[in-house]
């Protein structure tokens, strides 16, 4: 875990970039709710709004971007109402709860700005539980939500847009179909579910951190998209909760709220969530328990009974959700890998045309921001098939072939990425070879997606960089051949 976390691609210093201004606009969001005049409860809404804003908006543009940040005060203003004036009507808070859960991720059918309406929605929701807000406070918290998001936007679209220079990638949509069978309205069903059991079950272990649970069944569902995901993203969930504990109890608690240095280990807490989120899941549950520690210490509740009972309730929710992903229909691993690969293979081919044209001379020709969505999909393979390559999978023919595939495609994106830095160079020439090169890449995509074979890729004799890396390309996409089949023909998960 910690060698894939520190040598992990970062291509245009792009996590980096995103860590530090998450630092920037969330330390300024709480300057200005401070200047304000807002309470301590006021600030950390604040600055939680402000983390949303930045972390969960991922729209392929940055006016997308913009027109989704500018939604979120009005999706959570109504829902920050709805949870304080239900504050002491246990019974209609319950309910409206789990409403929000499932409205929360069935909106993740309408793409990147529907998954970061719904993420807000919920987590304003969360937030209200979290401070115990009472019609009284409304005011002050709906002020800073708008504040904080206003200044996050700024930070975001005019100090520090580096979009322009390298537009995102759009987050990638789940494979669905129609009625029961669309993924994203089964997982509305199963985190309602998980999540009423979650909440029942956490007020029967605590009648004021009971929240603590229905939110790890919600994170145990966001961006995951069939059963095997799901289940170990809770394995996850709760390997960094007890992390995040331990440094709770080594940081947080010797720290007792104190202002400075709260303020300092709240920043390497944010940093570290935003620079680990695309890299490990573990790691960013680790900050974001550790950050929870700090703003219990912050708001003078922090005990060592605390730490123990928000392992106890992360534990309670990702248990609900396992019984739901189980039980209530149910999303199997073999349903959607199979396209992710798919995916990932026909944006290989898409980089090396790009980067083929860049070599041509066309001005036009971009490939960064296919390398960027490149690395998107390749996220998203390794979420899938992270049930096949788990320590306990016993089924040890499918890891082999599992990991494998993983290998091969993350050769392809080395070699990629190695193709894009020779086409960045001004002086490198363009080669007549490549449109050969590239249609051969080409045609092997196609053999894989349709479940041809492909043949072996000959030895190169030209030590031409941009043709050597070509050529590790076809190399890799014919080695895939075997392990996405297997002998009896089956798909690489399994019928």
């Known amino acids: 875990m910690l060698k894939r976390m520190f040598v992990a691609p970062d291509p245009g210093r792009a996590r980096l970039r995103f860590a530090a201004r998450a630092v920037l606009g969330i330390g300024l969001a709480v300057v200005v709710c401070g200047l304000a005049g807002h309470s301590l409860p006021g600030a950390v809404t604040g600055g939680l709004a402000a983390l949303l804003a930045l972390f969960t908006v991922t729209d392929a543009t940055v006016r997308g971007q913009a027109v989704t940040t500018a939604l979120l005060p009005a999706v959570g203003l109504p829902v920050l109402a709805a949870a304080s004036v239900l504050h002491d009507h ?79 990638a759009p987050v990638p949509a789940p494979p669905d179909g129609r009625g029961l069978d669309r993924i994203t309205t089964r997982q509305a069903v199963q985190a309602t579910a998980g999540a009423a059991l979650a909440l029942v079950a956490g007020q029967l272990v605590s009648g004021e951190r009971w929240y603590w649970a229905v939110g790890a069944t919600w994170w145990v569902f966001v961006n995951t998209t069939s059963r095997g995901e799901t289940l170990v993203r809770g394995f996850r969930r709760v390997l960094g909760t007890v992390i995040g504990l331990v440094l709770g109890f080594l940081a947080a608690l010797p720290v007792h709220g104190a202002p400075l240095p709260t303020a300092v280990l709240v920043a390497v807490c944010v940093f570290g969530i935003f620079y680990t989120a695309a890299v490990s899941y573990t790691w960013m549950m680790l900050w974001v328990t550790l950050l929870a520690a700090l703003l219990y210490g912050l708001l003078g509740v922090l ?59 066309d001005p036009d020709a971009d490939p960064a921001p296919r390398v960027a969505e490149l690395e998107q999909l390749l996220g998203r393979v390794r979420l899938s098939v992270a049930p096949l390559v788990h320590p306990l999978n016993p089924m040890r023919g499918r890891k082999q072939r599992a990991r494998r595939v993983l290998a091969l495609l993350d050769d392809c994106a080395r070699e990629i990425r190695g193709l894009v830095a020779v086409a960045a160079d001004p002086e490198a020439s363009h080669d007549a070879r490549l449109a050969a090169a590239c249609w051969r890449v080409e045609a092997a995509v196609e053999a894989l997606t349709g479940g041809a074979e492909v043949p072996a890729a000959d030895r190169p004799h030209e030590a031409e960089p941009a043709l050597a890396h070509l050529h590790g390309i076809e190399r890799a996409l014919a080695e895939l051949s075997a392990p996405l089949r297997s002998p009896s023909g089956s798909p690489l998960v399994g019928a």
């Open 303 to 361: 005990t060592p009974g605390l730490l123990v009972l928000r392992l106890t309730e992360t534990g309670v929710g990702a248990l609900g959700a396992v019984l739901a992903v189980l039980f209530v229909l149910p999303v199997t691993t073999h349903a959607v890998t199979d396209v992710w690969i798919q995916r990932v293979l026909r944006c290989v081919h898409a980089c090396t045309a790009e980067a083929a044209a860049r070599l041509a001379g």
């Open 90 to 168: 246990p019974l209609l808070r319950d309910l409206t709860f789990l409403a929000v859960v499932g409205a929360g991720v069935y909106a993740r059918r309408y793409g990147p700005r529907g998954h970061s309406l719904g993420v807000f929605v919920f987590m304003t929701f969360f937030i209200a539980q979290f401070l115990h807000a009472v019609p009284g406070r409304l005011p002050e918290l709906s002020a800073a939500l708008v504040l904080s998001v206003l200044t996050a936007g700024t930070v975001r679209f005019g100090l520090w847009c580096y979009e322009r220079r390298m537009p995102p």
